[in-house]
Nanobody, 123 residues
Framework: QVQLVESGGGSVQAGGSLRLSCTASGRTFSSYIMGWFRQAPGKEREFVASVQRSGISTYYADSVKGRFTISRDNAKNTVYLQMNSLKPEDTAVYYC????????????????WGQGTQVTVSS
């Protein structure tokens, strides 16, 4: 069992930055692919980014590529999402999730989820 706790959400103006963190319980964090998803009001949850177990390989949705960076620190059981050049359309609840693999782009591939953290970007 893995428990995930996100932090770092908040309100920011367009063009600003936020860094989300997600800390996992347990000793097996490094064995999971980690991902970030988001869900805006009235929309389906969508993939944002993922990072493989070693932290070397990362993948991004086209909508955030070049603006967001996912990273992980296996020693701290933590995954991060650095969000720069934020846009109003980035407003959503952001969730981190853990996945045994190998598939990683759909929410159905993920086994454990955090409670979510709100990100609001104003124009």
């Amino acid at each position: 069992q893995v428990q995930l706790v996100e932090s770092g959400g908040g309100s920011v103006q367009a063009g600003g930055s936020l860094r989300l963190s997600c800390t996992a319980s347990g000793r097996t964090f490094s064995s999971y692919i980690m991902g970030w998803f988001r869900q805006a009001p009235g929309k389906e949850r969508e993939f944002v980014a993922s990072v493989q177990r070693s932290g070397i390989s990362t993948y991004y949705a086209d909508s955030v590529k070049g603006r967001f960076t996912i990273s992980r620190d296996n020693a701290k059981n933590t995954v991060y999402l650095q969000m720069n050049s934020l846009k109003p359309e980035d407003t959503a609840v952001y969730y981190c999730a853990a996945n045994r693999g190998p598939a990683f782009k759909l929410d159905i591939h993920y086994d454990y989820w955090g409670q979510g953290t709100q990100v609001t970007v104003s124009s």
